[in-house]
């Protein structure tokens, strides 16, 4: 089954939104699948790190080398998706992910952390190819529904912030004394099903004409449009990152349980993506800059909560508010890339943005272990200042520039 190109859509009406509602329904289930993929890892990868590290400091490595695996596989994800169609990288993806679950129980059982290492940066493969179908999604759609779209795959994310800690919860000690192992098979186990979801999804791809008409990507990335959506959506993926790689193994260390930290990023990924059910509406209705700022706003408060204690509650409430957070944040700055590209541009913008987005990304991952085993969780919470401001800068900036030009 091929894909269809832009110009051979269904003949009528009716069809057209038949296939486009059947897409965007099975990229939300791989949505589900695949954010079930992370959700496990970081429920899992500092823990296990600090079990198998030969150093204490090394402990969030893993979680730091899924964000390589996701970094590293975005340009050539696109560079996949322009040449033989997204269809193909996405199966590619979905075996990375297989891998990454194999590796991983494998690592467990003999108690090797760099094999460990190497199954989550694979697993960061597959997640750095679950992040496009948001854009996949848009481009099943009219231009006026784009938003919404995006916001409605994003929302499988709900059920994946289910999945993948019940599944951690209920197969953790299935394979005694190797805890996780039957985690990562389990985890391997969704990756595969979620292959056979996206064996038929039909996407449409550019013409060889159109595709020859594209603007230089450096001509794109020059607008300052682009460039504020790019810093936002950094910013709000980093300090995602940053703080939820840190948590599972500051609660461990707070003397919290390892299932209440379980149950803490569970309900940190359905607080990521439950409000995707009405982030495109608010796109629509308010504009993406006004989300974004929303959503800054939020991951600021997450910061401030974190900083009046370690109790269970003071996690759990940072955690959810930094899940909403990053969800306006970073679904508000992929709505302002959709703003910055023709449809034959997409890939390499696209491609381009989330590049930017995981490559810095994993410079906090690095750091979050680090200045958590050195100097604590309030070193940690107080750092994300930083980013914030210069986020919010960037927006105000970019605000001022298109009012100036009313």
């Known amino acids: 089954m091929s894909e269809i190109t832009a110009n051979s859509v269904p003949a009528t009406a009716s069809s057209y939104y ?56 975005t340009l050539p994800a696109g560079a996949i998706a322009r040449g033989y169609g997204r269809r193909a990288a996405f199966l590619i993806g979905t075996g990375c992910g297989v891998l990454g679950g194999l590796l991983a129980a494998i690592a467990v059982v003999i108690g090797s952390f760099w094999l460990y290492c190497v199954a989550t940066l694979f697993s960061g493969s597959y997640a750095s190819v679950v992040v496009s179908f948001r854009f996949a999604a848009a481009e099943c759609v009219s231009p006026e529904r784009r938003p919404r779209a995006l916001s409605f795959v994003m929302a499988g994310g709900v059920f994946a912030g289910v999945i993948g800690p019940q599944l ?22 969704l990756a595969a099903i979620s292959a056979l979801l996206l064996v038929s999804v039909r996407l449409p791809k550019p013409t060889a004409a159109e595709a020859a008409h594209g603007r230089p990507l450096s001509i794109v990335a020059r607008q300052p449009r682009f460039i504020t959506a790019v810093i936002c959506g950094v910013v709000s993926y980093l300090l995602m990152n940053f703080l939820m790689t840190a948590a599972p193994l500051a609660m461990q260390l707070c003397g919290l349980s390892q299932k209440s930290s379980n149950l803490a990023i569970q309900w940190h990924v359905i607080a990521m993506y439950a409000p995707s059910f009405f982030t495109g509406r608010l796109i629509n209705r308010l504009g993406a800059p006004s989300v974004v700022l929303s959503g800054l706003v939020l991951t600021g408060l997450s910061a401030a909560v974190g900083l009046m204690g ?32 023709r449809p034959e541009e997409r890939e390499s913008v696209q491609s381009l943005n989330d590049f930017a987005v995981f490559g810095t990304m994993t410079f906090g991952s690095f750091l979050s272990g680090g200045l958590l085993t050195a100097y604590g969780w309030n070193t940690v919470l ?22 100036a030009h009313a």
Do not use: K
């Open 18 to 73: 038949d296939s486009a509602r059947g897409n965007v329904a099975r990229l939300t289930i791989a949505q589900a699948l695949g954010g079930a993929n992370s959700a496990v890892v970081y429920s899992t990868g500092a823990v296990v790190g600090n079990i198998l590290a030969p150093n204490a400091a090394l402990a969030t490595l893993p979680i730091s080398m899924f964000v390589v695996g996701m970094a590293a596989s």
């Open 168 to 189: 951690v919860n209920n197969t953790m000690y299935l394979w005694m004394p190797h805890m996780f192992a039957a985690s990562y098979l389990a985890q391997a186990a």
């Open 382 to 403: 107080g750092l994300s200042s930083v980013p914030l401001v210069m986020a919010v800068i960037a927006l105000a900036t970019t605000a001022h520039a298109r009012f």
């Open 310 to 341: 370690v109790d269970v509650a003071h996690f759990w409430i940072a955690l959810i508010l930094l899940g909403v957070g990053w969800n306006f944040g970073f679904v508000g700055a992929s709505a302002l890339v959709l703003e910055c590209h």
